[in-house]
């Protein structure tokens, strides 16, 4: 959905997260930050998570109270052994293929199979990988000093029932697969070309996590640097869903991976060759924790990312809201809910009190996450909204409950309903 807006727009910036552009009343799913300190030492407390609006939202400071984003550690669903190689090839290329394969009494590949080797050699393929789809062919290109890397990539080939080929350069090492059907499915699992590499979906939400652990293991073994005298091990890549999708699969992995965008210039000179560059995404995190790392937390469900820094500026354009199944999705790995940017809008539904007389019984507030204004007349507790003063009530969650007296017309009452989003109590705002 998008709408025209022209206001103030936050800009969020979080420990380990891209920064992240919204509009004041857009919530998020937050913890609030305390500290004890017991023989000079920082104890964090956090609160149970809960949406906040980002107007609210509390910078928290290092060894300061403030409010944290989350990072959510997804869980693994999928339990594929193997991936069918059927839909990336054509009848005539079977035909040629199998034809191929009874000449030189080898077996057809009709599947390629996911287990701990295949995943590696993906991720050594997003790391230093491409494909010539039009040729029919799937190269890693390794520098020359890599032989442990040929290796391997070599066996696990082999093993899966290719036919490999070297084709060595000045300074690197390709190896080569002829194949039209592997070519196309990794290219379709793993994209083309550099700024659109991804992790497969297979891989990134498998249920066993240790075929996601050796993705990781052959990204890194690939394109990125090992840890020495305690600093961070770290990666580069010009894919910015690459590295938020290796954010969230080391968040899977209990490990808290920092991204941060770092503009290049537009052009280098690599070997005496003039080449274009395009914004880098690194990636860092520490194999163990130092000081870097004390105050990010890593808990069963989340990693929690204390707020930095919140900046305002004012914004004519257009804005733009997901709606998912749950309204809920992850806007550079955090996450947030959806927001409604009407007139505030609730959810009503009839209501028969204990005295027998009609009501309507207001579920909950969809879009103002303004602090709400407690009033007590003749013993009844009513919500008011501080934005536009009327009665209802904010939940996230809880099973609370505000009556209103029906109007006094069927058809006044049915006008006020016809006003109302035509969603069930569940789908609105979730709490924790």
């Known amino acids: 959905m998008a709408r025209e807006y022209d206001g103030d727009l936050l800009e969020i ?46 910078v928290a400071k290092a060894a300061k109270e403030g409010d944290c984003l989350l990072i959510p550690r997804i869980v693994g669903t999928d339990e594929s052994k193997s991936i069918s190689l059927g839909p990336f090839q054509t009848h005539k290329g079977w035909k040629i293929t199998a034809s191929k394969a009874h000449n030189k009494d080898r077996p057809l590949i009709t599947d390629f199979p996911v287990n701990n080797g295949t995943a590696w050699l993906l991720g050594l ?3 230093e990988g491409f494909t010539g789809a039009k040729h029919g062919a799937v190269v890693i290109s390794l520098a020359k000093q890599e032989t442990y890397l040929q290796n391997r990539a070599v066996q696990i080939l082999r093993e899966i029932g290719y036919q490999t080929q070297i084709a060595e350069t000045r300074t690197t090492t390709n190896i080569i697969v002829c194949s039209s059907a592997l070519a196309n499915a990794i290219e379709a699992w ?12 297979f891989i990134l939400y498998h249920k066993d996590v240790g075929v996601l652990g050796n993705f990781i293991s ?16 770290q990666a580069a890549t010009v894919s910015q869903v690459l590295a938020l999708q290796i954010q969230l699969a080391m968040a899977r992995l209990g490990i808290v991976l920092r991204v941060c965008a770092k503009r290049t210039p537009t052009e280098a000179v690599i070997e005496g060759r003039k080449v274009q560059q395009r914004q880098t995404y690194f990636m860092t995190y520490y194999p163990h924790q130092t000081k870097k790392y004390t105050f990010s937390k890593v808990t069963d469900d989340f990693i929690v990312a204390p707020v930095r820094k919140i ?26 809910h959806n927001c ?10 009839m209501h028969v009190n204990e005295k027998g007389k009609k009501q309507l019984q207001l579920i909950r507030c969809l879009r103002c996450l303004e602090p709400v204004q407690h009033s007590n007349k003749a013993g009844d507790w009513r919500l008011t909204c501080a934005r536009d003063g009327q009665p209802f009530f904010f939940s996230l969650g809880n099973p609370a409950i505000v009556f209103r007296a029906l109007p006094k017309s069927d058809a006044a009452s049915e006008d006020l309903n016809s006003q109302q989003p035509n969603l069930e109590a569940q789908s609105g705002l979730r709490g924790n």
């Open 340 to 349: 409604l940017q009407n007139d505030c809008r609730r959810i009503y539904k």
């Open 190 to 201: 793993c994209g083309h070309g550099a700024e659109n590499k991804r992790i497969p979906q």
């Open 13 to 58: 910036k979080a420990t380990g997260l891209l920064p992240i552009k919204v509009t004041p009343e857009h919530p998020f799913l937050v913890v609030s930050r305390h500290f004890m300190r017991p023989a000079n030492q920082y104890l964090q407390i956090f609160s149970d998570p809960h949406w906040k609006p980002a107007r609210n939202i509390v």
């Open 311 to 336: 900046t305002t500026a004012n914004y004519k354009g257009l804005v733009h809201n997901l709606q998912t199944g749950d309204e809920t999705y992850l806007a550079n790995n955090a996450i947030v």
């Open 218 to 233: 052959g990204y890194w073994a690939g394109d990125g640097s090992k840890s020495r005298c305690g600093r961070p091990c």
């Open 125 to 127: 393929y997003v790391a």
